[in-house]
């Protein structure tokens, strides 16, 4: 069972519609992320919550909006999208800070079809 | 401009036999290397990671090789299983923060 857990796994939604993606880990992280990966390209740093405090955005479409109500949380809420937004979305944690042995631990991702 | 770079999409190897996995880098404020196994539909496994100050770890099967002055590590699996096909991502990360930057994944292929 992985210590970081994303809700839905799957979802399909139209270009007009308001979803969320959800994120819980139970590591005892505080630091948490979003990445994104598309067809043939490495994965893609969106949001990073240090301390829950957003400490990067890497420049991505504010139809995407992050949420981190606590250490623990970490949501993304999308609104017209774009079918080019289709990828999978995976969820990460790690302990704040640059210390070695700092690992970052994945959830298992949540596929997002937009049509 | 990618800044972490795996060449090879692909790799396949017999079981028993060593893999080696590649990957290059370009930024030379990346200190800290980390080796990710990912199965489809799920997330990406942390394998193992290497700090700039060492030139190799080694975990059971799984070596990584640092090389600064090439910028360039690898992964060796040895002996190689067919349980550990899957696609390999490398990722570095700089100075000012715990954010990957990854490459583009290899596949590897262990044939029984």
């Known amino acids: 069972e992985t210590g970081v857990t994303q809700t839905p796994r799957h979802l399909v939604m139209g270009m007009t519609n308001k979803k969320s993606l959800k994120c819980e880990q139970h590591l005892g992280h505080n630091a948490m992320y979003w990445y994104k990966q598309s067809a043939k390209k490495p994965l893609e740093l969106m949001f990073v919550?240090?301390?829950?405090?957003?400490?990067e955005n890497n420049s991505v479409p504010s139809r995407f909006s992050p949420e981190c109500p606590n250490s623990s949380h970490l949501f993304l809420h999308l609104h017209t999208l774009q079918p080019e937004d289709s990828a999978l979305y995976l969820c990460?944690?790690?302990?704040?800070?640059?210390?070695?042995?700092?690992?970052?631990?994945f959830g298992e991702g949540s596929w997002l079809t937009v049509v | 401009d990618q800044q972490v770079k795996q060449n090879s999409p692909s790799l396949s190897v017999q079981e028993g036999r060593i893999s080696i996995l590649n990957c290059d880098y370009t930024?030379?404020?990346?200190?800290?290397f980390l080796w990710y196994k990912k199965y489809p539909a799920e997330g990406p496994t942390f394998l193992i990671s290497?700090?700039?100050?060492?030139d190799k770890n080694e975990d059971g099967r799984f070596t990584v090789f640092l090389n600064k002055s090439a910028k360039h590590l690898s992964l060796h699996i040895v002996p190689s299983q067919p349980g550990d096909s899957a696609v390999y991502f490398c990722a570095a990360r700089g100075r000012a923060g715990n954010m990957l930057t990854f490459g583009g994944g290899t596949r590897l292929m262990v044939k029984p």
């Open positions: 919550y240090s301390l829950e405090e957003r400490v």
């Open positions: 290497i700090s700039s100050i060492k």
């Open positions: 930024n030379s404020m990346f200190d800290y």
């Open positions: 990460a944690s790690s302990h704040a800070g640059t210390g070695d042995g700092n690992t970052i631990y």
